[in-house]
């Protein structure tokens, strides 16, 4: 996995978890 892909993927997680 490319690191930038990895940071988008880690960015989607923090946003859905304050959304939550």
């Known amino acids: 996995m490319k ?3 990895n ?3 880690t960015e ?3 946003k859905n ?3 939550v």
């Open 3 to 5: 690191n930038s892909e």
């Open 7 to 9: 940071i988008k993927s």
């Open 12 to 14: 989607n997680k923090n």
């Open 17 to 19: 978890g304050k959304n």
